[in-house]
Structure formats: structure tokens, C-alpha cells
């Protein structure tokens, strides 16, 4: 879960000078008050869920408002963390357009994405204050307080982005581009209304408008995805429909305050302590020292680490952020060429989608209602399948490697190297342990993974800079609200595509189709690398899950072999260049040009179409466990 590719038209610009500067000093405090918070609010989420667990488990006393007190805290976190990305320039977006453009366009576009978010904050702050006030009447059932002290996040979220959008605009060393820019979409926004009541006869053709057109548009813009879903879905509620905008607010915070969702913030945060602690140090070294010998030996051990690793953060930024620096010098020293490196710690990004606890895998069973158990289960064997399928690459690849100036790790290096990674190796099994037998729920685990790090690195590798911890937090914060913001805003969207009658009309177009599941699956599978390169997997999932899994379900295809398929079709997608904003997070991490990477990565990327075809054909490999 990373943000796109993002090439800013204000990144080398020098600091503001005159009266920009009188706005810079009050808007760096505004900015360290709300990482501040927000770094808060990820601790305070750890602690009141792993103590509940303690309570519950060792004192068979549990804390009845815990999950209450997490669940309004979460929606404050998932705010402020926007806020925080928000002003960061962080959230998700596409700019392969972007990056191509003359300078002169990339400032305009940039601008462009800044006033389309400040247009949807300035037109759904009111209905998220009218929104608040309703929930004010609202008594939640364990703490008894008035549900507005949570809703009212979602109105001071939008205020905040609203006040750092409005510092942005008056900051910008362009203001020929940024007026360009308010023209272009107050313009457009006027000429929407005043086409309003030439849109509503068109029905049903007002989704390829908004959803098809306007989406598209925004994205390639290079919009953040989130507004680009959220001015649409508001254009289509407000211009086609008589529906409240207060409805929209409602969708949003259902959207984002699914509890399941908590989980994400906390394996974000977990993926970067392994890295700080050296846990993902310690597995690489142990991995290397069993296969740095063979021909490909360090790419074999970049495919088993991430595998690993992705067993235990759940983020493939901070998977990747924890194996490239261990194995890359080494890799170059052996005459490996940074294309290479960053193509396949790329594919192998896409090869562990489903490992659990992989953060897609949660939001399909947050939205369609699969369980995460058996998501988890399920999802450990078609990573093994796209592994052996990117290892047959790497064995193709360096069949002629010169070895001779490699020496061989001795029996007991092995050993020594393994006795000091069995901490850090047994940290998925303790992770899957607390699930088994009853002692955390999904949502909870990752508190005890944070708890078991940070003791363990502690403890035993003692490599870590506790200075680095609230960074950590901050990170987390920002990372987390930019995906849930996203979830919130694509949940508003798959609200206003249910209601048109779309959701039906798909059901029946897909249940027609000849060659019943096998052609459900195969269209399913175009339809989803398409949708994971373009908008990413969560969103794509929050959209497109509950109208597809239950079509899934009707044709025959059992749903934990569809959520499989799928999320490996998407990770295919997302790590695909030259749209997948994977690929570009993967050569920033490597520090390698993206262009590097082009020609290297497509036998990758066949090896990768190879396995998932082989998981969509063979329901076993998901499904076998269950």
C-alpha cells in the first residue's frame, strides 16, 4: 500500500518569501499538531487493543467499550491521517501523465489536482457538519455518549484539508498555473449545473458520464484517486438525483468505520518495526547464507524474504523497504543490473498479494463479508504458485552466472545464521497462533505482533533508533488515512452505482455469459489487472467486490477462490508498468530511473500471468485448506 508515483511541481522550489512567509511559520505548526495527534491516536489504537486482549485472555475479564472507544478513535485517526497525507502531497493517485508532461503542464495539472480537492471539500463540508448533527442524537450502546463525538470527525477532517488546500493555493510559487487551474474547474463545475437538467433524462447514461468520463478525466490528471471518486459520485448524486449530499457523508463514514479496517494502520505499523527492529534484516541474512551460493541465489532468497515478510507487515511498501537495502549491494556486486533488481522486486510485490495479512485480503472480507480466516488461509498457496513461477525466470536468467568468486556458507554460518533469525522467523507463526486459537481476532493481532517485536528487538537484536519510532507513527498515520479515505470515498461510489440499477444489470450481463464460470473467471481476470493498474487494489475492491462475488457465488466459483484470483489479477495490475503505481514505489525504493526496469520486467510479468492462470484453473490451490 503505497502512494503513486508522484513527480511534485513544487519540490524544487525555495522557500517562500514576503507574505508566503507569514503563512509558512502558523501552517508548520498546524502540521506538527496533527502528526502529533495522529501519531497519538495509532499509539492509543495499539494500546487499548492489546490490552483488552490481556484483560480478555489472561483475566477472562474483557473490556466491554473497548472495541467502541478503537472504533470512534478510529475514525478520528483515519481523518487527521488524511489531513496529514493531505498536506504531505501523499495521497494515492496515477501520474504516468503527470511525469511525461513539459514542465508548464505538470504545473498546470498539478494546480489542477489541488483545486478538483478543494472544490469537493468546499462542497461536502456543510453536508458533513448536517451529518454530524444528526448522529448527535445517536447514543452508542457501551460508552453511552452521543455518537456525534465520532462523526463529528469527518467535518473536521474536511475542514482541515480545506485550510491546508487554501494554504497550498496562496503558497504556490506558480499562481498563473494555480488560477488556470480554479478557472478550469469553477467552469466546469457551473457548466455541470446549469447541464443538470439535461443529464437527468439521460438515466442510466449518466454513469458512463460520471463514473466513465469524469473519473477517467480526473485520474489521468492525476487527481488523488480519492477526490477523483468523490467530486463524481457528488456530481452524480447532486445533478441525476434527489438525493441529500448528507447521504454521501452518511456512505463515507460507513465506508471508513468498518472496525475490520483498524487492522490496517496496525500491520502498517507493524511491517515498520520489523524493519527498524532488524527482524527483516535477520530472516534476508538467514535466507542468504542457505542459497547465496547457487546460480540466482539472492534473487531466489528476494522471493522468499518477501514471501516472509509479507507474512508479517501486510504493506508491500514496507516489504519492500525492509528487503531492498539488505540484498541489493550484494546483488550489484555479482553484476546484477538495477533494472533487473527493481522488475523483480516488483513482480515479487505482486507475487504476495494474498499473503496473509495482506491488506486487500481484509477489505474484501470487510466489504463482501468473507471470512478473514479463511482469506488467510487461503491466500498462502497461490503465493507459492507465482513464487515458483518467478523462480523458473531467475533460474532461465542466470543458468551461466560465474560463481567462482562466491563462497559457499559453511554448516555451522547456516546455523548460527538461523539460531539468530528464529525470533524474528517465528513471528508469523505467533501471529497465526493468537488467531487459531481464539486468543486475538483479525482486527486485534497486530497488536500482539507490535508487542512481540518490540520486545524481541529489544530484547535480542538490539539494532533499532527509538527516535525513529515517532516518524513511524506519523507514517503510518498519513499511509493509513490516505487508504481509508479512499475507501470511504469509492464506498460513496458503489452506493450511487447500486442505487442506479447498475449492480443488477451487471449481475444479469455477467450470469449470461456462455461458458459459465470458466468465462466469468477469465473476463474477471482482464477486467481486475485493468482495474488494479488503474486504481489499485482496495479501491478496485471497494467498488467492484460486492457487486462481482455475489455473481461469483451464483455461477459456481466458491468465493475464497474468486478473492484469490482476483487480488492476484489486481497485484499483476498494480505492479505493471507504465500505469501500475507499484512498479514506480518498487524503483523508488531500489533508487533505479523506472526506465530501467521497462525491458526486464515483462518475463517477470508472463511468469506471473503463467501462475495466475494456473490458480484460476486449479480452485485446489486456494480452496484445499479450507
Request: with cysteine.
Amino acid at each position: 500500500m503505497a502512494a503513486g508515483h508522484h513527480i511534485s511541481a513544487d519540490s524544487a522550489t525555495p522557500p517562500p518569501a514576503g507574505w508566503r512567509g507569514g503563512i509558512a511559520r502558523p501552517a508548520r505548526w498546524l502540521d506538527l499538531l496533527l502528526e502529533a495527534v495522529a501519531a497519538i491516536l495509532v499509539l492509543a489504537e495499539v494500546v487499548i487493543l492489546l490490552t483488552n486482549i490481556i484483560a480478555r485472555y489472561v483475566f477472562n475479564a474483557p473490556i466491554v467499550w473497548s472495541d467502541e472507544l478503537a472504533g470512534i478513535l478510529f475514525l478520528w485517526l483515519s481523518m487527521i491521517g488524511t489531513a496529514v497525507a493531505f498536506s504531505r502531497n501523499q495521497h494515492m493517485r496515477m501520474t504516468a501523465f503527470v511525469a511525461s508532461s513539459s514542465p508548464r503542464t505538470r504545473a498546470f495539472l498539478e494546480m489542477l489536482a489541488l483545486a478538483v480537492a478543494l472544490a469537493f471539500l468546499l462542497m461536502i463540508v456543510y453536508p458533513a457538519i448536517e451529518y454530524a448533527a444528526d448522529e448527535a442524537i445517536v447514543v452508542t450502546p457501551a460508552l453511552e455518549i452521543s455518537n456525534a463525538w465520532r462523526a463529528s470527525a469527518l467535518p473536521v477532517g474536511v475542514g482541515l484539508m480545506l485550510l491546508i488546500s487554501l494554504r497550498r493555493v496562496l503558497e504556490s510559487p506558480f499562481p498563473r498555473a494555480i488560477l488556470a487551474a480554479l478557472a478550469t474547474v469553477l467552469v466546469i463545475c457551473v457548466a455541470f449545473w446549469l447541464l443538470g437538467p439535461v443529464l437527468k433524462p439521460l438515466g442510466k447514461l449518466n454513469l458512463v458520464v460520471f463514473f466513465v468520463f469524469v473519473v477517467g478525466f480526473c485520474v489521468a490528471a492525476g487527481v488523488p484517486i480519492a477526490f477523483s471518486f468523490a467530486i463524481s459520485t457528488f456530481g452524480f448524486l447532486a445533478l441525476t438525483t434527489r438525493t441529500p449530499m448528507v447521504v454521501l457523508a452518511g456512505r463515507m463514514d460507513e465506508g471508513m468505520s468498518h472496525l475490520i479496517l483498524l487492522a490496517v494502520p496496525l500491520f502498517i505499523f507493524l511491517g515498520l518495526l520489523i524493519e527498524m527492529t532488524g527482524m527483516a534484516r535477520a530472516m534476508v541474512q538467514f535466507l542468504a547464507s542457505l542459497l547465496g551460493h547457487v546460480r540466482g541465489g539472492l534473487s531466489y532468497v528476494l522471493i522468499g524474504a518477501m514471501y516472509l515478510v509479507s507474512g508479517i507487515s501486510g504493506s508491500k511498501a514496507a516489504d519492500m523497504a525492509a528487503i531492498a537495502p539488505v540484498l541489493f549491494p550484494e546483488m550489484k556486486a555479482r553484476g546484477a543490473k538495477p533494472g533487473d533488481l527493481v522488475a523483480l522486486l516488483a513482480t515479487t510485490g505482486a507475487q504476495t498479494e494474498t499473503i496473509p495479512p495482506s491488506i486487500v485480503l481484509i477489505t474484501v472480507g470487510s466489504v463482501t463479508g468473507v471470512s478473514i480466516a479463511a482469506l488467510f488461509t487461503g491466500g498462502l498457496l497461490p503465493g507459492v504458485v507465482l513464487g515458483l513461477a518467478l523462480c523458473g525466470v531467475v533460474w532461465w536468467r542466470n543458468r551461466d552466472e560465474d560463481l567462482s568468486s562466491v563462497r559457499r556458507a559453511k554448516s555451522h554460518e547456516i546455523w548460527g545464521s538461523f539460531v539468530y533469525a528464529l525470533p524474528a522467523l517465528a513471528l508469523p507463526f505467533v501471529i497465526r497462533a493468537t488467531v487459531v486459537e481464539g486468543v486475538a481476532t483479525a482486527t486485534e493481532v497486530s497488536t500482539i505482533g507490535i508487542a512481540y517485536s518490540a520486545i524481541v528487538g529489544a530484547l535480542i537484536y538490539r539494532v533499532g533508533d527509538i527516535r525513529r519510532l515517532w516518524p513511524m507513527l506519523v507514517e503510518t498515520a498519513a499511509l493509513s488515512g490516505a487508504i481509508i479515505f479512499i475507501i470511504g470515498t469509492a464506498t460513496g461510489m458503489a452506493w450511487g452505482l447500486t442505487q442506479s440499477g447498475f449492480a443488477q444489470d451487471l449481475a444479469r450481463a455477467m450470469a449470461a455469459l456462455p461458458g459459465g464460470k470458466y468465462t466469468f473467471i477469465a473476463v474477471s481476470l482482464v477486467a481486475f489487472v485493468i482495474l488494479g493498474s488503474v486504481l489499485e487494489g482496495i479501491p478496485a475492491i471497494v467498488l467492484f467486490g460486492p457487486l462481482m462475488f455475489p455473481i461469483a457465488k451464483a455461477v459456481g466459483v466458491h468465493e475464497v477462490h474468486y478473492a484469490m484470483v482476483v487480488v492476484l489479477a489486481m497485484g499483476v495490475g498494480l505492479f505493471a508498468p507504465p500505469f501500475g503505481v507499484g512498479y514506480y514505489t518498487a524503483c523508488a525504493i531500489g533508487k533505479v530511473d523506472p526506465t530501467e526496469g521497462i525491458g526486464p520486467i515483462w518475463g517477470y510479468m508472463l511468469a506471473l500471468i503463467i501462475g495466475l492462470i494456473v490458480v484460476a484453473v486449479v480452485p485446489w490451490i486456494s480452496i484445499g485448506f479450507l
